[in-house]
């Protein structure tokens, strides 16, 4: 069975400082791995993938993760946090090779303060 | 291009009431998704759909829960009767027609249901 961990349930930030958001794996198996975000009454969006390829991956609002296979992570950062930025942040997995069944980790609030 | 659309946003009913749930995802998208998220968690698959097939239906508590996709568009969850322990919000989503693990799941906006 797969599993996510998202080591940090909440972090607070200051608006133009770095951040990153910690999400662990744990699989028998090659799994495939995705972070979204969640604003406030909104569904999830999807911020960015790794299917394979370069470990670094770049997504969407300046976000990008990197795949470390050694130490089961998959981290997400961004340069220069907005305010913009608060919101619900979810890592998933899903194993590869299969029909597309997400197990999503238990979410980390992202609050950026001025 | 809309998005996955889903009715009503919030619903509160008493334990032992029914509710149903609507879904229209986003056009030429063959799969169609349900999770619960409850709380402080992530969201929780509870049935996938290829079409108006059901792929996985593992993690829905059937004594309670049913779900269709009569024409392979448009997609109801039902609960019938509701407990305390059903309050969350029900999200939606739909990937391409193939339904892989590869694919993006896009989410519509959810519905929240308090269960009184």
């Known amino acids: 069975a797969q599993s996510v961990t998202q080591l940090d349930s909440q972090v607070p930030v200051f608006e133009e400082a770095p951040v990153e958001l910690r999400c662990n794996y744990s699989?028998?198996?090659?799994?495939?791995l995705f972070w979204y975000v969640q604003y406030p009454n909104q569904g999830l969006q999807l911020l960015l993938k790794y299917l394979s390829g370069s470990t670094l991956v770049k997504g969407i609002n300046g976000f990008e993760a990197e795949f470390n296979k050694s130490q089961t992570s998959f981290h997400l950062r961004k340069p220069s946090v907005h305010i913009s930025d608060t919101a619900e942040y979810f890592c998933?997995?899903?194993?590869?090779?299969?029909?597309?069944?997400?197990?999503f980790g238990t979410g980390t609030r992202l609050q950026v303060t001025l | 291009e809309a998005g996955v659309a889903q009715s009503p946003r919030y619903k509160i009913i008493e334990k032992r009431q029914s509710v149903a749930f609507w879904c229209n995802p986003i056009s030429g998208h063959a799969t169609l998704y349900w999770y619960q998220q409850i709380l402080g968690q992530g969201p929780k698959l509870l049935i996938q759909f290829q079409n108006n097939g059901v792929v996985d239906d593992s993690q829905l508590p059937k004594d309670r829960f049913s779900a269709e996709r009569l024409k392979g568009v448009d997609s109801t969850l039902k609960i019938q009767p509701a407990k305390l322990e059903d309050s969350a919000v029900y999200l939606c989503?739909?990937?391409?027609?193939?339904?892989?693990?590869?694919?993006?799941?896009?989410f519509g906006p959810g519905t929240r249901l308090t269960v009184l």
């Open positions: 998933a997995s899903v194993r590869a090779g299969t029909a597309s069944k997400l197990t």
């Open positions: 699989s028998s198996v090659s799994v495939y």
């Open positions: 989503a739909s990937s391409t027609y193939r339904g892989r693990s590869t694919d993006t799941q896009y």
